[in-house]
């Protein structure tokens, strides 16, 4: 099922070509898809550990961009 977020902060493509790149890194994330043009993301994981994999993706985006937030749509 995909889950689909909201990002504000983002400054560049590159910056969410990296961040869509870590977080595929993530166990459990099946795609990620992050459209800089319409701040949107959209997440494919594994339901059964879903909410875990979100704070994980979380953790990943502040890491990777501090500025960068996230809410569910």
């Not at 493509?13 to 990620?32: H, M, P, S, Y």
């Not at 993301?41 to 879903?50: G, I, S, T, V, Y």
Request: glycine share 2%; hydrophobic share 35%; with cysteine.
């Amino acid at each position: 099922m995909s889950n689909k977020f909201k990002i504000t902060g983002l400054d560049c493509a590159n910056c969410a070509a990296n961040l869509e790149r870590a977080i595929q890194k993530i166990e459990g994330v099946e795609t990620v898809n992050i459209n800089f043009i319409t701040q949107k993301m959209e997440l494919e994981c594994n339901e059964n550990d879903k909410e875990e994999i979100i704070k994980k993706v979380k953790k990943v985006i502040k890491k990777e961009e501090p500025d960068v937030d996230i809410e569910k749509l």
